[in-house]
């Protein structure tokens, strides 16, 4: 199974500044995975798949970035309604589908 | 517009059973697999269980497998979740997803989930 770590645990950011996620695998995916935002009370939402494209109606502010076992989730201008937790998840090796223990970004 | 529509959750002793089910529409549902997530209170995101868009290949989370029975019913554009011997760690929000390809990948919509309670 491909543990996913993501790291921070919390994220503090001011409006309008950029906000670096990251997701660590305990081995190579090769690009597949995906970005999920969920705010309280909702389900998830996808943002990204195959590390960089985004999903549909998704602002051109979210970007992913990497490959083999670590990837990037950038918010390049933080907006109030981005407070959320974000998910990464791997789906190369399965199953299991494996999630990340999700980061929280909050609005400073 | 897509639409996924959650319904069977509740509050059930443990040992007991439950069947989620999952009311699709708005696309054409034997062309993707659909999964089963869910997400204890609190906490993050765990995969359950998928099927693959022709309903032939299901795939299940160690934690569940063997107790959890996914199904899916075309000709009511309707995915199941066949739960049994429930555990009180198996209390969690339920979420059908629609994925994004036939077989299990990743989940490009998801319903708004229905909560599971097992506890006496």
């Known amino acids: 199974e491909i543990v996913l770590t993501q790291s921070p645990a919390t994220l503090s950011v001011s409006p309008g500044d950029r906000a670096t996620l990251s997701c660590r695998a305990s081995?190579?995916?090769?690009?597949?995975l995906a970005w999920y935002q969920q705010k309280p009370g909702q389900a998830p939402r996808l943002l990204i798949y195959g590390t960089s494209t985004r999903a549909t109606g998704i602002p051109a502010r979210f970007s992913g970035s990497g490959s083999g076992t670590e990837y990037t989730l950038t918010i390049s201008s933080l907006q109030s309604e981005d407070s959320a937790v974000y998910y990464c998840?791997?789906?190369?090796?399965?199953?299991?589908?494996?999630f990340g223990q999700g980061t929280k970004v909050e609005i400073k | 517009e897509v639409q996924l529509v959650e319904s069977g959750g509740g509050l059930i002793q443990p040992g007991g059973s439950l069947r989620l089910s999952c009311a699709a529409s708005g696309f054409t549902v034997s062309d993707h697999a659909m999964n089963w997530v869910r997400q204890a209170p609190g906490k993050g995101l765990e995969w359950v269980s998928g099927?693959?868009?022709?309903?032939?290949?299901?795939y299940y989370a160690d934690s569940v497998k063997g107790r959890f029975t996914i199904s899916r019913d075309s000709s009511k554009d309707t995915v199941y979740l066949q739960m049994n011997s429930l555990r009180a760690e198996d209390t969690a929000i339920y979420y059908c997803?629609?994925?994004?390809?036939?077989?299990?990948?990743?989940?490009?919509?998801w319903g708004q989930g229905t909560l599971v309670t097992v506890s006496s």
């Open positions: 998840q791997q789906y190369n090796n399965w199953p299991p589908w494996t």
């Open positions: 099927v693959s868009g022709s309903g032939g290949h299901t």
């Open positions: 997803a629609k994925d994004a390809f036939m077989y299990p990948a990743f989940c490009d919509f």
């Open positions: 081995q190579a995916v090769n690009g597949n």
